[in-house]
């Protein structure tokens, strides 16, 4: 439904903006698995890294949600998914979710005493990845490559590398980096196919605009994931491969079904489950050393 004027900024409203749930079991789950990935979980039990597991919950995604809002009207406005799972504000809400969002960075600014260097410079170059992604002049979402970049893979990636270095204040392998590149800008093509039309009609040149058409859009992300499962076996993960193959199998099936720009909303709420699962399983894996 879409969002009115006279709507007021009350605490359901915030929630809404922070996209409960969805976002708040991405986030906090990349979160996760770095620290998993990291060092199997023994970080967990320890305030600051708890905290910050927090904040990447719930205030992390009324800043970075509450950016999108702001400055993604023009397209939100026309795009079903939006009205449908997602909140659009209005334009006269604008300034109270700009005060909101900056308020919500607080918490990690004060959690800096508490956690190492590494994790408090990879927070900040989260918050400045979001901020160029959304906000003029640079509004990086506009421009081919660099939607990708600092779209899905700046995003999630980033919370991924924080929980790491949260855990044990490292830096993730190049292996782990690729393998999270890949992934996360799979994602990110998928949902850009099926915006694409709503993301021209407002002027946006990303990737899968340039490229034309949500079909090769689609190929685009069928091609990030084939890499994908294709590095996981390089490096011997071949039953997380095999689970991950599902992504491939559902880009190819929807690719023949086509009328994705009718099928959008359905086809990202499969999405979530799907990834929603595939994550739950390979949490499990890690966590348990199988």
């Known amino acids: ?53 927090l904040w990447f919950t719930v205030p992390a995604n009324i800043f970075l949600n509450g950016l999108n809002d702001i400055f993604d009207y023009e397209t939100d406005r026309r795009n079903p998914r939006k009205q449908a799972l997602e909140p659009t504000i209005a334009l006269e809400e604008r300034r109270s979710v700009s005060a909101v969002a900056a308020v919500s960075l607080l918490p990690a600014f004060l959690l800096f005493p508490f956690i190492s260097n590494l994790t408090a410079l990879l927070v900040v170059v989260w918050i400045l990845v979001v901020g160029a992604y959304n906000i003029p002049p640079f509004r ?19 919370i991924s590398m924080i929980g790491y270095a949260a855990a044990i204040n490292k830096m993730p392998g190049a292996y782990l980096i690729f393998l999270g590149i890949l992934f996360m ?37 069928l091609t990030f994931y084939i890499f994908f499962l294709l590095l996981l076996v390089f490096g011997g993960f071949y039953f997380i491969a095999l689970l991950g193959s599902i992504f491939p199998v559902f880009i190819l099936w929807n690719m023949h079904e ?26 499990l894996i890690l966590s348990l050393g199988i």
């Open 1 to 53: 439904m879409r969002s009115s004027a006279k709507q007021s900024l009350d605490l359901s409203r915030i929630i809404r903006i922070s996209r409960f749930p969805h976002f708040w079991v991405w986030s906090s789950g990349f979160f996760l698995l770095g620290g998993i990935l990291a060092n199997k979980g023994a970080s967990f039990g320890e305030l600051p890294y708890l905290l910050l597991f």
């Open 140 to 158: 990086f979402k506009q421009y081919p490559v660099t939607d990708i970049l600092f779209g899905g893979v700046g995003h999630y990636m980033l």
């Open 185 to 221: 800008a799979g994602g990110h093509c998928l949902g850009a196919a099926l915006d694409m039309s709503y993301d021209a009609a407002a002027g946006i040149q990303n990737s899968i605009v340039r490229l034309g058409s949500e079909q090769k859009g689609l190929a685009l992300s």
């Open 258 to 283: 086509g009328h994705l720009e009718e099928r959008g909303v359905e086809i990202f709420q499969w999405m979530i489950y799907i990834t929603y699962i595939f994550g739950f399983i390979v949490g």
